[in-house]
Each structure stands twice: as structure tokens, then as C-alpha cells.
């Protein structure tokens, strides 16, 4: 049957409502019916949906404020050069702006890769397959599906970005911007499903044994590395000012014309081109027709894209896990552990092969690899940075690993019918959880002050760092927990139903990053009167921090 | 004593249950008893005063068309729902009060085979025995063992996401029986299965019950299944159980003769009434 965009649409109406279901209750995933009227159901599920975009959509509206916040404090601060290295208040601006594509690219993509696990678990593509639908439909029901799963963020990157831009330095900068927010959103949505086709095909098939488990991590690091790009954006953020400005400074170059060439620079430029001129930038004629052939050529890359979208998302969603041809060794040897540890191990090898929990171990370990490498080729320092180093470092470490902690109870909703009636107590759970959460932050912690050793020697202070702030960390983890476990008995409900509010995961994350940070705030303030004092202190603050919440998370009440 | 229905046993016969009696499963030897259990999901009754019991050394079978109550009576004893009345307990343990020593207890193989889809079987099973608190070389051996008979070699190391419908069912049955519990309790546990599969579940399970004390409650709607391999059937009706007892039991109160457990499960439970109608009027479509 032969159907238009208008039928499509309906359709598409009907699946994607189908989804938000399995995206907020994961039914099909094993997941129990929520204990509510079956009539509240639907309004729910879709009701959190638009928490969960409303959300993303508000971090990115923040970004777009803060971009325009530095913009308009521009001469302030330009006013002291960057690495020694004067900066225009032009240069500045495409700065901010290429920053500001970037983790719009970065932001929506890292979406992408948390809600497409959902869309492929949903299973609403294969639902639609077998019906007289055309293809053609088809493809467009499933391209519009995997849109409207981004349509408030991408419209706030749409709207937002030139209209505060438009506010801050005037109309027709806010029109030269539109160009960058329409390559951003097409982009990222792209990449999105590029990394997500990728994922399908290699790591969600994959073997088990060791190692399968080592190559699967390596392509879920690889995969996940273009995202963390707004992360490491932030650390590098100034050196990659001065970076611009050094090569803009000597006037028209080689290196000028391909950084006009370069994406998001040439988008994030065209504004001061089209206000100022490209002298701004040091371009001459022919740099000038570079930057404006670059966005064109951008433009037209982000509408071949969205026309490659509509058509790949159903192969994609439709693709099953490309499994190794060839018989397996077959291993039956099976090694029980202890329950808690066996949380810890089926949530690894479950994150090994889902993309959304993978980020939740690889991006605290990945920003501590960043911030090791930064220290690493900014340099040595004398007593007094070694002990800030090693501050930074732990502070990076504990702070991401607590951030993300609670996400991790949302691997218990993966066959939770089936979890529940297994002889596992909650306290094996949460215990499970917790080691996961130490263990990224010892990983990450390792990670960090490994290469930070390799150009200050000094592991005694680096290892007493990490140690000091480890029961913080476990404390923040206690009480994160604790707080979903005694949440899940007031209330009743299945303890996975509480973390599909997208608030509340940000909520019980508040108090953790409190307690997590309570002791590197201690340092900090009796470190004054001599670091080893401090570290004393940061070591005392976080054992009674553990004393107190790991009572609350395992005593009476609790798990 | 127990008694198999009939037709002539094609498995091994369990002639007298008093050598099980002091099983040491739990404070009493019944592996199953169910008293007045109520199951209510919002305003609609699923369950309505059940009780029943199943007996050391026992298959019993619960019959019931779709949405009879089958999978939610089950579905209390492995501790998914809450009972809004009556009283579950599995050789003696409380199956609300001490839901963890019932699950210790249990052997559940659910309807649906929604397992963890990014584990293959060996993580699942090793997840499983973990959590059992077995030892290695038994949970070796029975994997080994169990995947062999259901010929799941070729699929131990592959993610269960890329399993057939049928293969998942192996991996949660293996998993029921992992750690020889003294209850089965199994929810449609031969859909999808493959014929040899079926044939070796059949003999499985009566060879089971056979070990002292152990019982095994199987829902199911296929009738010859349930005449093959139970020693008593219930028949759940809409929440409610309307005949329990060996198949001649039945047949003696429903007053039919030597009629098959289809004829007989379509009387106690009305279904036959229309039946004749439904069938022309579906052959004029």
C-alpha cells in the first residue's frame, strides 16, 4: 500500500508512543508493567519522554547563554592574552562559537548514543515491518521516528542559538549562525546513527570470552571518543583559543585557509565574515572562498545527511547483530563469584555491549586520560602544583564516577521480571553498584596520575590522594543508592521504575557530588597551612563521610 | 500415594512418596501449598480464593485458557506480585514473608524469555550460579550436561540477543534446574521448543520428581502435554479453580466417560458451549 508523508506521520503518531513506553518501562526488555491504572500508562510514558528531551533541550539552551555570556564579557577578557598570546575580539567570538557547535554536536550525539540501544530494544520497526506498508513509508515512518526522539533539543539548537546570538550582537550575526546550528543538528544526528549502525554490527554480537571482551571494549572506546570531545573541549578549551589566534595572527596562510576550511571554525567564522570581513581572520580573497565554499559545502553535507537519515534509520533499526561466522569454541566452564561480584561482572559484560552504560564506565576513565595528558605536556611544576595536580586529578576522577553512579541502577531494569526471582538481595545490588562506581574511580584515578607521574615523580602524594578520597567516593555511592532503595520501599514500586524519571536520576546525583566533593573542599581549606595537613584532613572528612552513609544505604530502612 | 493420570507412563514412575518425607527442603516436606490466594490487578480479579497443593514426588498441572489465572498464581509463588489475600508457602516458607528462602527454593521458568539479551548463556548461567551460590565444578557440569542434551553448544558463547525464541527457552530451563531445585516451577516451559527438546524436558521432568521430595508445577494449555507427563491436574477458570485431581478423578465427576483432557477441560470450563457455532461460523469467513 502506497502511503504520503501525512500517513507516515500517523503512523509514526502510533510507534512512537510504542516507544516511549518501552523507553520509560522497557517491558521487552523484562521489565514488570508499572503499578499504575493501565489508562495512566500511556499519559506517563509520554509524559516522562518529554521530561527527558526538555532536559537535554535546557543543557543545551545553557550552553547556547553561556556562549553569549563570554561573547558579551569578550573585551574583558581579551584583555589578558591566552598562553601569551593576544586574541581579537573577533577571533574570540568564532572561538566561543566553534566551541559552541562543537558541544552541540557532542551533546546531541552523546543523546544519540543513549536513546538508540532504546529505539533498537523497542523493537517497533520490526513490529511495522510485516504490515502492507510500502518501503518507501517505511523508511520515512522509521526516519521520522529517530527525529522526533530529538525534535525539542534540535529545535533548540535550531531556535535558541540564533535568536541569542541575534540578541547579543545583533540580527544579521544571528542569521550567519543559522548555517552552523543546522550542520550541528544534521550532523549529530547522523553521527548518531553512523556510530549506533556500527555498534549493531560489531560490539552487540560479539562473543563472549576474553578475548572478544578486550576487542569489544576497544571499539566501544573508539566509539564513544568523538563524544567525549565536549568534555576534553572544556579542559583544552583556552590553549585551543590561542591556538586560532597564533594561526590567524600572521595573516593570510596556508594554515589560515584550512582552518577556515575546517569544521565548525569555517561556520562558526561566517558571522565575523559576513559582519566584518574575513581580514578579521587573517583571510585574504582566496581565504575568504575558502571559508565561504567550506560552509557551503557544510550545509550540503548536513542536507545529504538528513536525506541519508530518513532511509538508514530502518536498516538499522531493522539489522540483527552481526554474530562471527564460524562455530565458537564452546566454554562451559563456569566460575561463580560472589553475588555483589557478580552484579559487578554482569553489569560490565551488559555495559560491553550496550553503548549507553558503556559511556557511563569510559567517560570518567577517558576525561582523566585527557586531564593526564594536558598535565603531561603542559609540564612539571614545583611541591605546591604536584599537591594541586593530584587534587585536580582525583577530584575529576571522583566527581564524573559519583555523577554517573545512580545510572547505573538502570542495567536492574534489563530482564528485571526475570532478576526478581532470583534469590538476590538488595544488598548484593547496591553492593554490586558501589564496587562498579569505586572501580571507574580507581581506574580513572590510576589513569591519571600514572601519566601525571611520568612528568612528576612524586607517587607517594599521587596514591595518597587517591586513596584518601576512595571512602568519599564509596559514601557518595552509599548514600545515591540509599536513597533509591529507600525511595523504591516508601513508594512500592520495583526499584527500576523510579530511575525512568529523568529528574530524579538528576536529583539523587546532587547529594552524591556534595559528598564526594565535601573532602576536596577540606583540603582545600586547611591546605593552607600545609598540604600534608590538608590531605589528613580530606582523609578524616571522608572516612566519617563513609561511617555515616554506608549505615543509611545497608542499615535498617535500607538495602 | 500418586497416581499418573494416564496413558501408560512413558517415563519412570514415582510408587510411593513415603521414603520422601523428611526432605530437609524446609519446616514441612509439601513442596507447594497455596490457601484462598487472591491476585488483583487494579480493579480486575485475576485470581479468586485459590488452593492447592503440590505433593512430594509430584508433576501437577495447571490448565487454563488464556488469562485464566495460570501465570499470575505463578507468578506469586516466585515472588512477581503480590497476593491481595490467601497464602503461599513452598515447603513450609512464606512466599511474601520469606520470599528469599522460597526463591532458594525455586526453579522458575517464565513464559516470556526476557533474559539479559547482551549476556550469552554461559555469562547468564555463571550470573545464575553466582547468585545460587553454587560451586564450580557442579555448575560446570550440569551447564555442561544440560547444553549438551539440548544440543546448545554451537550457541553457549553467542549474545542471547541473536538466539531463536526456542534456544532462549534451553537457556532459561538449564537455568531452572542449575541448582536441582526441590520446586519446579514452570510457566509454559515447552513453547517453542523443538520436538527432541520437548521429549527430553518430558522425560526430565518425570525422572526429577522421581529424587525425593521434589514437585514440579507446570502451567500449560497443550492437553496432551498435560496428560502425558502430570500425576494431577487443576483447571483454572477465569481466576477460578473449577476440577483438581488425577484425570480419572476428573473424568468420574464429569460424569464423560473415557473422555480425552481437551473434552474434558472444555466442560468444567464451559468452552464448549458455542463451540460448534464459532467453528461454522469461522469456516463461512
Redesign the interface.
Known amino acids: 500500500m502506497r502511503m504520503g508523508w501525512r500517513e507516515a506521520w500517523r503512523l509514526t503518531d502510533v510507534a512512537f508512543l510504542e516507544l516511549s513506553l518501552q523507553a520509560i518501562y522497557a517491558s521487552?526488555?523484562?521489565n514488570?508493567p508499572p503499578p499504575i491504572?493501565?489508562s495512566e500508562v500511556a499519559r506517563t510514558a509520554r509524559g516522562r519522554v518529554v521530561q527527558s528531551k526538555a532536559i537535554v533541550a535546557t543543557v543545551l539552551a545553557l550552553l547556547v547563554a553561556g556562549a553569549c555570556l563570554l561573547i558579551k564579557a569578550a573585551p574583558r577578557i581579551v584583555a589578558t592574552p591566552f598562553f601569551g598570546v593576544p586574541v581579537s575580539i573577533p577571533v574570540f567570538e568564532a572561538g566561543v562559537l566553534t566551541g559552541l557547535l562543537t558541544l552541540e554536536v557532542a551533546f546531541l550525539w552523546w543523546t544519540g548514543l543513549q536513546v538508540l540501544p532504546t529505539f533498537l530494544?523497542s523493537a517497533v520497526l520490526p513490529v511495522l515491518e510485516p504490515l502492507p506498508i510500502d518501503e518507501r513509508t517505511l523508511s520515512r515512518v522509521a526516519g521520522l521516528l529517530y527525529l522526533r526522539l530529538f525534535d525539542i533539543p534540535a529545535l533548540t539548537v535550531l531556535v535558541v542559538t540564533p535568536l541569542f546570538l541575534a540578541l547579543t550582537l545583533g540580527p544579521a550575526y544571528g542569521l550567519a549562525i543559522l548555517p552552523g546550528a543546522v550542520a550541528a543538528v544534521a550532523f549529530a544526528l547522523a553521527l548518531g546513527l553512523l556510530t549506533g549502525r556500527f555498534f549493531v554490527r560489531r560490539a552487540?554480537?560479539?562473543?563472549?570470552?576474553g578475548g572478544h571482551t578486550v576487542v569489544r571494549w576497544a571499539y566501544l572506546v573508539l566509539w564513544v571518543l568523538p563524544a567525549f570531545a565536549m568534555f576534553a573541549l572544556i579542559v583544552v578549551a583556552p590553549g585551543f583559543l590561542a591556538l586560532i589566534a597564533v594561526t590567524t595572527s600572521h595573516g593570510p596562510s596556508v594554515g589560515v585557509d584550512l582552518l577556515a576550511a575546517s569544521f565548525p571554525f569555517s561556520l562558526a567564522a561566517l558571522p565575523g565574515a559576513v559582519t566584518s570581513g574575513g581580514g578579521v581572520f587573517g583571510l585574504d580573497g582566496t581565504g575568504s572562498a575558502v571559508l565561504a565554499l567550506a560552509s557551503l559545502g557544510y550545509v550540503v553535507l548536513a542536507a545529504g545527511s538528513m536525506i541519508w537519515l530518513l532511509g538508514a534509520v530502518r536498516r538499522v533499526g531493522l539489522a540483527?547483530?552481526l554474530?562471527p561466522v564460524g562455530?565458537?569454541?564452546?566454554?562451559?566452564?563456569?566460575?561463580?563469584?560472589?553475588?555483589a561480584?557478580?552484579v559487578l561482572?554482569?553489569d560490565m559484560?551488559?555495559a560491553?555491549?550496550?553503548p549507553g552504560y558503556a559511556f557511563l564506565v569510559i567517560l570518567p576513565i577517558l576525561d582523566a586520560v585527557a586531564l593526564g595528558l594536558f598535565t603531561f605536556l603542559s609540564g612539571p611544576a614545583g611541591s605546591t602544583t604536584t599537591f594541586g595536580l593530584a587534587l585536580a586529578a582525583v577530584s575529576t576522577a571522583a566527581l564524573l564516577a559519583t555523577f554517573f553512579g545512580p545510572a547505573f541502577f538502570a542495567t536492574e531494569v534489563?530482564?528485571y521480571?526475570?532478576g526478581?526471582?532470583?534469590?538476590?538481595?538488595d544488598r548484593?545490588i547496591l553492593l554490586g553498584k558501589v564496587a562498579l562506581v569505586a572501580a571507574i574511580y580507581l581506574v580513572a584515578g590510576a589513569l591519571v596520575l600514572g601519566l601525571t607521574l611520568l612528568r612528576v615523580f612524586q607517587p607517594g602524594i599521587f596514591v595518597a590522594f587517591v586513596l584518601a578520597e576512595l571512602p568519599a567516593v564509596l559514601a557518595a555511592s552509599f548514600l545515591e543508592l540509599g536513597i533509591l532503595f529507600r525511595r523504591a520501599r516508601a513508594k512500592g514500586l520495583p526499584i527500576v521504575n523510579l530511575y525512568s524519571g529523568a529528574w530524579y536520576a538528576v536529583l539523587v546525583s546532587i547529594p552524591g557530588v556534595i559528598v564526594a566533593g565535601a573532602p576536596l573542599v577540606a583540603f582545600q581549606a586547611v591546605g593552607r597551612s600545609g598540604d600534608v595537613a590538608g590531605l589528613t584532613a580530606m582523609a578524616i572528612f571522608a572516612v566519617l563521610e563513609l561511617a555515616v552513609f554506608a549505615p543509611f544505604a545497608l542499615g535498617p530502612g535500607g538495602a | 500415594m500418586i497416581e499418573r493420570s494416564e496413558p501408560a507412563p512413558l517415563y519412570h514412575r514415582r510408587a510411593d512418596t513415603s521414603l520422601v518425607a523428611s526432605a530437609p527442603f524446609g519446616p514441612d516436606t509439601t513442596p507447594l501449598v497455596i490457601e484462598g490466594l487472591r491476585v488483583v490487578y487494579g480493579e480486575r480479579l485475576a485470581v479468586d480464593r485459590l488452593s492447592l497443593t503440590v505433593q512430594p514426588g509430584e508433576i501437577y498441572g495447571l490448565l487454563g485458557s488464556n488469562g485464566a489465572g495460570k501465570s499470575s498464581t505463578i507468578k506469586v509463588i516466585v515472588g512477581l506480585v503480590r497476593p491481595a489475600g490467601g497464602r503461599v508457602r513452598v515447603f513450609g516458607h512464606d512466599a511474601v514473608a520469606e520470599s528469599l528462602a522460597v526463591k532458594e527454593r525455586v526453579g522458575y521458568v517464565p513464559e516470556t524469555s526476557l533474559l539479559y539479551e547482551a549476556l550469552t548463556p554461559r555469562e547468564f548461567l555463571e550470573f545464575v550460579a553466582s547468585v545460587r551460590r553454587l560451586d564450580r565444578k557442579s555448575a560446570s557440569d550440569r551447564a555442561r550436561n544440560y547444553a549438551t542434551a539440548f544440543r546448545l553448544e554451537g550457541e553457549f558463547e553467542e549474545p542471547i540477543a541473536s538466539l531463536s525464541n526456542g534456544t532462549r527457552q534451553k537457556v532459561l530451563l538449564i537455568a531452572a534446574l542449575l541448582h536441582q531445585p526441590p520446586l519446579l516451577v514452570l510457566d509454559e516451559p515447552l513453547n517453542s521448543l523443538d520436538p527432541r527438546s520437548v521429549r527430553i524436558m518430558k522425560d526430565l521432568l518425570a525422572r526429577y520428581v522421581a529424587t525425593s521430595g521434589r514437585g514440579v508445577l507446570f502451567s500449560t494449555h497443550t492437553m496432551e502435554v498435560a496428560q502425558q507427563l502430570c500425576h494431577r491436574v487443576g483447571i483454572l477458570d477465569r481466576g477460578v479453580l473449577r476440577g483438581e485431581g488425577t484425570i480419572a478423578l476428573l473424568r468420574e465427576r464429569a460424569a464423560t466417560g473415557d473422555a480425552s483432557l481437551e473434552e474434558l477441560f472444555l466442560r468444567l470450563t464451559r468452552e464448549d458451549e458455542g463451540l460448534e457455532a464459532a467453528v461454522r461460523a469461522l469456516e463461512g469467513t
Open positions: 521487552r526488555q523484562g514488570l491504572p493501565p530494544a552487540q554480537g560479539s562473543r563472549g570470552g540483527p547483530p554474530v562455530a565458537p569454541a564452546t566454554r562451559f566452564d563456569l566460575v561463580p563469584q560472589a553475588p561480584r557478580a561482572t554482569k559484560r551488559i560491553s555491549r550496550m534489563i530482564a521480571a526475570y526478581r526471582t532470583l534469590p538476590l538481595t548484593s
